[in-house]
């Protein structure tokens, strides 16, 4: 007997994943499918993303020199939807007149959101004045034109919160989280969601996996950061927004949920958080 229409079932990771879709659409809340790794075939990893029920890409910039391509990218595919920033790991190729055509180009162009911008303290022989300096000056500007941020926060949670309480920003989306409880909970108090993909489904990924399932669902974003932090399946290959619905099935996993109460309540969230509805 054939299934019916509304319902298909998918094979992946030896289980069923349902995907109702009447009931289930995502959103990748960040995903750099203007990256060059997508030159070959993009039109393809766009189609197999909207195939897969990724209705909504958040695709954000990272240097002055990207912004033309970012703009390319969501008038092709008219899924995606562009923020424009500077991120903190080129800080050493930024220059202030880059805020300048920021600003410029934020008031003129489409944008969910400033980002992908931040802090990083990863590297340390990296220039952490220098972070701050755009940092901040992101920050000024995104309160000035009431946009929500894409946060950049690695092993930087601590001074990222101290920047957006400096500046009173109280929307948008902490990208790739992986701080502690304590930090999260700061974060959301202060109207910020939580960024879960890739690095959750590793199983050796203990700490950030009970994390998940320990945040309340209404305050967590789902993302690829395609082509960057491929899950557990895709070790050491290219990541892609089609596999959103499957880091959604392990989130759900995790937490003894069904993924379509992961999809609803994820999708609602950004939309609530970038698109104000």
Known sequence: MECPCHLRIRWGCNVFVRLREELMEFIDSHCHLD??????????????????????LIVPAVDAAGFD??????????????????????????????????????????????????????????????QREFFDAQLALAAELDLPVLLHVRQAVDAVIASLRRYGLRRGIAHAFNGSLQQAQQLMRMGFLLGFGGAMTWPGATRLRKLATELPLECIALETDAPDISPQWARGMRNQPEYLPRIAAELAGLRGVDIVEVAQATTTNVRKVLFRG
């Open 69 to 130: 391509t970012v703009r390319a990218v969501c008038q092709r595919y008219p899924q995606c939807r562009a923020a424009y920033g500077l991120h903190p790991l080129y800080a050493d190729r930024h220059r202030m007149q880059d805020v300048t055509r920021l600003d410029q180009w934020l008031r003129a162009e489409p944008a969910v959101a400033v980002g992908e911008i931040g802090l990083d303290g990863s590297d340390p022989g990296a220039d952490r004045e220098r």
């Open 35 to 56: 990256a060059m790794e997508f030159d070959a075939d993009r039109d393809a990893v766009a189609a197999r993303a909207q195939a897969a029920g990724v209705t909504q």
